[in-house]
C-alpha cells in the first residue's frame, strides 16, 4: 500500500508564510506527477500546483508568483511553499501523487493525503 503525510499547516496572518511538505510512503515502484490541492468549505477541491517527474511545474492562476512547488526525489517528498498569504487562500490542502507500486508497476494510480488545514487571517 502507499501512503501520503503532510505537515506543516496552520494559522497564519495575511502575507505570511507557510511550508508544506508531503511524504509519501509504502510499496513504491515509482512516482510520477507530485501536486497540491485545496478545497474551501462549500467549493470543489481544486489544483494548487503539480511538478510533473520530468520537471514541468504548473500553477493555478490565483498562486502563480506566490506560490512555489518543489520535490525531492530521493526522499518521495513534495513541498509547496507559500507566500504572500491571503485570507482566499484558506482551505484543507490535499497532497496528491500517481504511483506506481510493486505490486502492479504498469499502472499508476492516485493517491491523497489526509489533508491539513491552512488558515489565513485578515
Known amino acids: 500500500q502507499v501512503q501520503l503525510v503532510e505537515s506543516g499547516g496552520g494559522l497564519v496572518q495575511a502575507g505570511g508564510s507557510l511550508r508544506l511538505s508531503c511524504v509519501v510512503s509504502?510499496?513504491?515502484?515509482?512516482?510520477?506527477?507530485m501536486g497540491w490541492f485545496r478545497q474551501a468549505p462549500g467549493k470543489q477541491r481544486e489544483l494548487v500546483a503539480v511538478?510533473?517527474?520530468?520537471?514541468?511545474?504548473n500553477y493555478a492562476g490565483s498562486v502563480k508568483d506566490r506560490f512555489t512547488i518543489s520535490r525531492d526525489n530521493a526522499k518521495n517528498t513534495v513541498y509547496l511553499q507559500m507566500n504572500s498569504l491571503k485570507p482566499e487562500d484558506t482551505a484543507v490542502y490535499y497532497c496528491?501523487?500517481?504511483?506506481?507500486?510493486?505490486?502492479?508497476?504498469?499502472?499508476?494510480?492516485?493517491?491523497w493525503g489526509q489533508g491539513t488545514q491552512v488558515t489565513v487571517s485578515s
Open positions: 509504502g510499496t513504491i515502484f515509482n512516482i510520477n506527477d
Open positions: 496528491n501523487a500517481k504511483v506506481a507500486t510493486r505490486l502492479d508497476y504498469r499502472r499508476y494510480a492516485d493517491y
Open positions: 511538478f510533473t517527474l520530468f520537471g514541468t511545474r
